[in-house]
């Protein structure tokens, strides 16, 4: 039940028996502001920054120009206009503004503090550090998680040498949602940067780099059904095939005589093998930074030599074999010619490509916002991967999209497309897969997400730790990472 309490100067907005806004006078709800953001990037990781062109303020007073059973529609200072509607049985929040300008906001939710127990507060997606982050401030930003985390040598060496290093926060997966054990989401329809703010006891403070055009909100009774509610809005991942459960997925380089020379070994031992995860089908290149792949979508003939009918062979054993895509292209090969002809990648803002500049090498990145590079890629996955026999792949990366200077197809904003990137690569692997009819038995898995991401992957990788047990970046790091997906 949505209940709105007013009085002269203040308000009070209630869903399903928990209150969410408490404004007044003197203790403003929503503040907005206007302001520049700045970004270094350097091998996908982001140092961002914010000039203000104009400070927060905060709006105080306002006018109610709506009040019914299930829809509140205020007005503050006849800058900002706030309707609060139930829609789908949910709370949603919606903002909207004159003021083109205007492209900061804070919105100054009610904590829910109980006297006998603290809330804990999960979610913003893939955690690495913290589960419950509650007393944190929390950056959403889809990038490299980093090469070490703390201030121990092996991150500080990252950041000396190759500008790596991650923070607490960096994650390749957040997501402007949260649960709270006191029974209740949030999650903002939001893909501009935001920092969530659980510092404070009475309230939950989130910044949003835009005026951000929806918010929702549900209270249940039971935390079992807030995360019914809240996967039934942000969409549930695909099953997985029944194959995917019969025995290891090997990880193999190297060539066909490498893989089965391993597999040999692993029958010896009697093990069971669901699939082989061969990356370098598509070639190796060395760099100063070491081995790495060509980035260019066709099998490697000299390592794979016939390989559908090796596939075919593997599957007689029982065994799936899977590749590696992602959406870089390498310079110096031939899908880049194509793509480069056909104006399919993403572009500076004075027409020429954008290139990111990936370890010792520059790639091209495809513009996903364009619908002909959309049913190019996807042919390429139909037909380079599906039809050469692979029975599923990592779909790599999604989280270096430029924020700033380039112009995308779509002609929307970088800085908000940025976070969107990775949903698109994902919804861009799940349609090829559907398009061959191959749904029920093709998987893949994914690094980079944001919301929306778990409706098209069926597996999210946590990404590349440090071999070791620290907490910071090894495997204790990967325990809060899948927990937090969790909600």
Request: with cysteine; hydrophobic share 40%; glycine share 8%.
């Amino acid at each position: 039940m949505l209940e709105f309490q007013k009085e002269q100067n203040s308000f009070k907005l209630s869903w399903n028996g928990i209150c969410f806004l408490k404004h007044s006078f003197h203790d403003s709800a929503l503040e907005v502001g206007e302001g520049i953001g700045h970004y270094k990037e350097r091998h996908g990781s982001f140092r961002i920054r914010n000039i203000f062109v104009r400070g927060m303020r905060k709006l105080k007073t306002f006018d109610v120009l709506e009040q019914r059973n299930e829809k509140i529609v205020v007005c503050f200072e006849n800058i900002l206009t706030l309707v609060a509607e139930i829609v789908n049985n949910r709370l949603e929040l919606r903002f909207s503004t004159a003021d083109t300008r205007l492209n900061r906001m804070i919105l100054h939710l009610c904590a829910q503090p109980d006297i006998k127990k603290f809330e804990n507060i999960y979610g913003c997606g893939e955690q690495y550090s913290h589960l419950n982050l509650k007393g944190r401030k929390v950056p959403l930003w889809c990038e490299e998680q980093g090469i070490g985390r703390s201030w121990d040598l092996i991150s500080i060496l990252s950041e000396i040498f190759y500008g790596a290093a991650g923070r607490w926060y960096t994650t390749y997966f957040p997501q402007p949602t949260f649960v709270s054990s006191q029974g209740y989401f949030v999650h903002s329809h939001s893909t501009a940067y935001a920092e969530f703010d659980f510092r404070k006891k009475q309230t939950h403070s989130l910044l949003f780099w835009e005026i951000p055009h929806r918010i929702t909100i549900d209270a249940q009774k039971s935390l079992p059904k807030v995360l019914t509610s809240l996967t039934s809005l942000l969409g549930r991942q695909p099953r997985l095939p029944e194959w995917t459960f019969s025995g290891a997925w090997l990880g193999i380089q190297g060539g066909l005589q490498v893989i089965q020379e391993r597999l040999k070994q692993v029958k010896e031992e009697n093990t069971p093998v669901a699939a082989v995860w061969a990356q370098d089908w598509e070639g190796v290149r060395v760099t100063p930074f070491g081995r790495q792949l060509w980035w260019n979508w066709q099998h490697d003939a000299e390592r794979y030599p016939n390989i559908k009918q090796q596939c075919e062979n593997f599957a007689n054993d029982g065994i799936r074999f899977l590749g590696y895509i992602n959406p870089f292209l390498a310079l110096e090969k031939d899908l880049y010619k194509i793509a480069h002809e056909q104006n399919l990648l993403i572009k500076k803002n004075d027409g020429t490509e954008a290139y990111v500049l990936v370890t010792s090498f520059p790639a091209a990145m495809l513009d996903l916002t364009n619908p002909d590079t959309k049913i190019w890629i996807k042919d390429i996955i139909k037909t380079n991967m599906i039809g050469c026999g692979l029975s599923g792949w990592m779909a790599d990366f999604g989280e270096w999209a430029p924020p700033k200077n380039i112009s995308l197809y779509s002609k929307e904003d970088p800085e908000k497309h940025h976070n969107a990137y990775p949903v698109l690569w994902a919804q861009l692997n799940r349609e090829a897969i559907e398009e061959s009819g191959r749904g029920n038995d093709i998987p893949f898995f994914t690094r980079a997400g944001y919301s929306g991401t778990s409706r098209f992957s069926p597996i999210i990788w946590a990404g590349d730790q440090l071999v070791n047990w620290s907490k910071d970046d090894g495997l204790a790091s990967v325990i809060p990472a899948a927990l937090s997906l969790g909600y």
